[in-house]
Structures are given as C-alpha cells and as structure tokens.
C-alpha cells in the first residue's frame, strides 16, 4: 500500500495565517465586513488568495517533493480553508486530504527579532527631522522647545512605524509581485501577521500617549497625521496625482507637528515653499518605480503605468521650480530681512538646493535612484 503523508497548512506549508491573509485582503476593499469576519471566524464572500504568491516554508516544501519523488503520496489538509488547500494543492501538484487520520507534517513557526525591526523601518525616522525646522526657522535654540521638539520626533517615529505595518499588511499581494518589496517581512512570512498587528497597536499607542503628554494642539496633529496616513494606505495610493499630493501633505504635516510641540510659530512662507519640495520627492518615488518596472501594465496597487513617465517628469520639474519660486521670494520678505541681514547667504543657498533637486529628478527618470528617495 502506497504511503500518504499528509501536511499541514497553517505552521506547515504556508509560512503565514490563512485566516489573517484573508482579513487582510478583505480589509482593503471592505473594512466593516472584514472585521465582522475575524471575530466570526469566516472570511468576506469574494476574497481569493493566490496559491503562487502565498509563502512557503522552505523546509516543508522541500519534504513534499521528496515524498513524492520517493512514490510516496503527497497531500494537504484542508486546516478549515478547503478552498484555499484545493488551490495550493493544484499549483504545487499534491493532493487534498479532508481527513488527516494521523500526524501532520509541520514546521516550528519562529521569527526574528530582527525582521520585525526592518518591518517597522527605523531608517524611516530621519523624516522627522523635519519636526526641528520650525524652531530653526525661529532661531529658537534654548534647551525646553528641543526637548519637547524630540519628543515629538518620538511620537511621529511611533506613528510612522505603525502606519507602514499596516501598509505592509494591506499591500501583501502587491508587495509580493514586486521585485524587492517581496521580500518584505510580512510579505515573504518570515514574520507572522498577528505579530505585525500587535505591533504596529502598541505603536499607535505610545504615539497617541506621548502626543497627549505634548498638548492637545500636538495630539490634533498626531491623530489627523494617523487619519491620513491610514486613508492613504487603504485608498488614496491607488489614485493618479492624488497620492503624490497626499505624500507631500504627510511630509509637510511633520512641520506643522514640530512647531505646535515646540510651541513656535510656523509661517505660511516656510509651508508654501516645503509643500512643491515634498510634491517633487513624491513624484521621484513614481518616477522610478515606473522606470525599473518590467512592462507598461499599471504598477501593482498603484494608479501610474510606464507611459506616465513624462508626465510624472514634467510635474517633478514644474514642483522644484515652484519651490525654488517661492523660497526666492521669501528671501525678500520682512521676516527674512530681519532674521538674514545678510540675504545674499539666502540666495546662494539656493544654488545647491537646485542642484539637489534637479539630481534626484534626473536619477529617478533614468532608473538609478533607489525605490525609497530616503535612501
């Protein structure tokens, strides 16, 4: 009689939660039914997972093929996904079994410290940088406005960090057609979902806790910051120029923050001439998504497709010129005079602030920028 071994699917082939894959999935499109359908144990009507894109342990997979080059017969359990089990039991060439009758074959689920450390994206908190310009704009340097500015970088670090586990958590199809994406910590599994969400809760706590401690004009940023980052994550990235305008409010929302925690002033002019910077970085990121991808079709989650590529060029260029307009213009004015009495120190700044600008705009139209401007 032929032997059947017979593997599990949660903690056994897949390297990841059917049930959290298809919250996550659900959540995107249809929030409101997506959580009815975690706490009732079901999943949305509508929502398929693809078999080719799911991740795998290494190991266990490995197990499978050698089963079945040994004559053995291979076979999934359905864990309570028959749907689920049936597709990856076609695409990996095995068979279902409804009834185990014996031990499964599984793997010991574990994760690294270290994977959850890139997931939250610590490098991403250089942005928040921009949370001490109000007070050098102020020339405002005593000891008291720093420390509460830093405190601000804190929580705007909290905040940034959840919202990029819930964009990952969101963007788990997407990620994983993406060259370098795929190997995201939630996308390639190698850390569990339910993880990602514990995590990125207690984020979004110590934000909210340490914006509150701030004062509530610090708190109203924080929490419209979260708002709008999540609206953004979920549906505004999809939309052509939208997205590019909403990255560009995000970047600028950080000084906005740093100035209600230090408690100084922002001026309209610093605001006007940051927002067509932020707009040219946005449109960077665009640029070289679309000249690194593979074919025309739209870039997955995204609203752009390669013939989009001059048109995302024209804006960059039309942005940077306007920020440069208005910081220009700004050197004229009584604040910049009684600040820089030496204004030409202004004026010469802007030749390698140009010179910047332009670099990025032309590396990204020529593919040789990284994905993330940061880097």
């Not at 602030?353 to 020529?366: E, K, N, T």
Request: aromatic content about 10%; proline content about 4%.
């Amino acid at each position: 009689m032929t032997e059947t071994k017979v593997f599990g699917l949660k903690d056994g082939l897949l390297s990841t939660s059917p049930k959290l894959e298809y919250f996550w999935a659900a959540f995107g499109k249809a929030p409101g039914a997506a959580l009815g359908s975690l706490f009732k144990g079901t999943r949305v009507e509508g929502v398929e997972l693809r078999a080719d894109l799911l991740p795998v342990d290494a190991d266990i997979l490995e197990q499978m093929t050698e089963a079945k080059a040994a004559g053995a017969r291979v076979a999934l359990a359905e864990d309570g996904q028959p749907e689920l089990a049936r597709a990856l039991a076609a695409h990996y060439g095995v068979e279902v079994a409804t009834e185990t009758g014996g031990s499964l074959q599984t793997r010991n689920a574990g994760w690294k410290a270290k994977s959850l450390l890139k997931a939250i994206r610590p490098h991403q908190w250089v942005k928040n940088i921009l949370l001490l310009l109000p007070l050098l704009a102020a020339h405002r340097f005593d000891g008291g406005s720093l420390l509460m500015a830093l405190l601000g970088m804190v929580a705007f670090s909290a905040a940034a960090s959840s919202i990029y586990v819930v964009n990952d958590l969101l963007d788990l199809e997407a990620d994983r057609l993406h060259p370098k994406k795929c190997k995201r910590p939630f996308a390639s599994g190698t850390v569990p979902l339910s993880v990602g969400m514990l995590t990125g809760l207690l984020l979004v706590c110590i934000a909210l806790g340490v914006g509150a401690y701030l004062g509530p004009k610090f708190l109203a940023v924080t929490i419209l910051y979260v708002f709008v980052s999540v609206a953004y994550s979920m549906r505004l990235k999809r939309m052509r120029w939208v997205d590019i305008f909403m990255l560009g409010s995000l970047y600028t929302v950080r000084v906005v923050a740093g100035a209600a925690a230090a408690k100084v002033e922002v001026s309209g002019a610093m605001l006007f001439f940051i927002f067509p910077v932020f707009l040219t970085l946005g449109a960077v990121k665009r640029l070289t998504e679309l000249t690194l991808a593979k074919n025309d079709d739209r870039l997955p989650g995204r609203g752009y497709g390669r013939l989009d590529r001059g048109k995302l060029l024209n804006f960059s260029v039309v942005s940077m010129i306007a920020a440069l307009v208005v910081f220009y213009f700004y050197t004229l004015s009584v604040q910049a005079v009684a600040l820089y009495p030496d204004r030409w120190f202004l004026w010469l700044a802007m030749v390698p602030l140009a010179a910047w600008l332009w670099r990025m705009v032309r590396l990204g139209y020529y593919g040789k920028q990284d994905y993330d401007p940061i880097v």
